[in-house]
């Protein structure tokens, strides 16, 4: 019998040929995930990858999270719809009541802010604790401490943390190791390979920045080498339903194949801008790990074989806020907005005596956040010095 257009365009005879091949992965959508046979059904946990509900990845998904395993040199792979989501999953999936966390004093605002709220609301506790100071945290580590984040190099000041002294401590503590391993993305160094044996638990890519590459989509990566620890965020990952959409995962593999290319451009030109800037009469400070008196230099320089597209850049006192705003409003080819490593540099002015718990490792004042895009270098110098005009005035 001839069917009807609609019922013949849901259950159409021509299928994709098997072993057709392209150079990009086909982009496969699904809420529902067909099964061939009700024992199928019943064994959809361990039935084909575990493809069972588009909830959980589609080919497309797995792919990607094939790839960003193999990027941060880990195994597993979970993917969450930001950054800040890939966050809140690990401390759901390693953390329970009456236990606490440590985070470092230049941790990402969003990770301390779910510390601050969700977290303690949960019954889970944190402290916060010096980056460059491993003795420190080892003295602060107690039975009920179950994670400790790291976060290399820091939000916004930039010190690179004693990373192997910080991972030593707590594998000595047996208390497990969570990186924001956002602006390194696997290309400045491998955390699940740092160096004398040392490896973090579980690595949290933003994918929101170097491996979209965009400024066009939000993903976060949860990365781990050891099933157990897989597994414990897992359970939280499948249970607060989170997913990604295949639209988003298309662009994030057609941006990874220049990761790598994008990643060491930005660095060039970042470390240029950098050092001229710390040349210039208007500035203090230059925060970038790779200048060799930026806070935690020696450890970059030990651990790093590459840096990422940012550096702060601290002020002379003299200048107002309303001076450095100009200064921000007046650059032409910086946008003023949050996130970076997309292809148009930013511009971001900080003030962080209300944001931070301890002695602030560097000459105080007012701070300004440049992320580097793919823009070409003099451009960028050009469009500063006219700016810095405004200063003058
Ligand atoms: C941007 C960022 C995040 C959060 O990523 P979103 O996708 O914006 O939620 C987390 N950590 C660091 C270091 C970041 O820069």
């Known amino acids: 019998m001839k069917q009807a257009i609609s019922t013949e365009q849901i259950h159409h005879p021509y299928q994709a040929p098997a072993g057709w091949g392209a150079v990009p992965t086909g982009v496969f959508k699904a809420s529902t995930v067909l099964f061939k046979t009700c024992a199928d059904m019943r064994n959809r946990e361990t039935h084909e990858q575990g493809y069972s509900y588009g909830l959980h990845g589609t080919p497309t998904s797995f792919t990607l999270?094939?790839?960003?395993a193999s990027l941060e040199?880990?195994?597993?792979?979970?993917?969450?719809?930001?950054?800040?989501?890939?966050?809140?999953?690990i401390n759901m999936g390693l953390l329970r009541p009456g236990d606490e966390v440590l985070i470092p004093d230049n941790v990402y605002g969003q990770n301390r802010v779910f510390s601050q709220g969700l977290m303690r609301e949960f019954g889970i506790t944190h402290r916060v604790y010096d980056p460059l100071d491993a003795t420190a945290l080892e003295a602060m580590i107690q039975s009920q401490t179950k994670l400790v984040w790291v976060e290399a190099a820091g939000s916004i000041t930039m010190e690179f943390p004693d990373l192997l002294g910080l991972v030593r401590v707590c594998r000595a503590k047996g208390v497990r190791v969570a990186l924001d391993n956002t602006w390194g993305s696997g290309l400045a160094f491998k955390p699940f390979d740092l160096g004398d044996g040392l490896a973090?638990?579980?690595?949290?890519?933003?994918?929101t920045k170097y491996p979209s590459g965009g400024a066009d989509l939000l993903m976060g990566a949860i990365v781990t080498v050891d099933e157990k620890v897989h597994r414990a965020i897992e359970h939280a990952h499948r249970q607060l339903g989170i997913g990604v959409g295949m639209n988003d995962v298309e662009m994030v593999l057609r941006g990874l194949p220049s990761i790598e290319l994008r990643y060491h451009a930005q660095d060039r030109t970042t470390r240029a801008l950098a050092r001229w800037m710390a040349t210039r009469p208007e500035v203090v400070q230059v925060l970038h790990p790779a200048l060799e008196d930026s806070p935690g230099h020696a450890y970059w320089a030990r651990t790093c074989t590459a840096a990422g597209c940012l550096f702060s850049v601290i002020f002379k006192d003299s200048y107002s806020q309303a001076q450095i705003d100009a200064f921000v409003e007046g650059l032409q080819l910086f946008g003023l907005g949050f996130s970076w490593a997309g292809p148009m540099s930013l511009a971001v002015p900080y003030d962080l005596t209300h944001s931070r718990n301890l002695a602030l490792p560097y000459k105080s004042g007012r701070l300004v956040r440049f992320a580097i895009g793919l823009e070409a270098e003099a451009d960028l110098r050009g469009d500063i010095e006219q700016s810095l005009k405004l200063l003058a005035t």
Not at 65 to 68: E, G, I, K, T
Not at 76 to 83: D, R, T, V
């Open 65 to 68: 999270m094939a790839r960003l």
């Open 73 to 89: 040199g880990g195994k597993q792979c979970l993917l969450a719809p930001s950054g800040l989501g890939g966050i809140t999953t």
């Open 200 to 207: 973090v638990d579980v690595s949290m890519n933003a994918v």
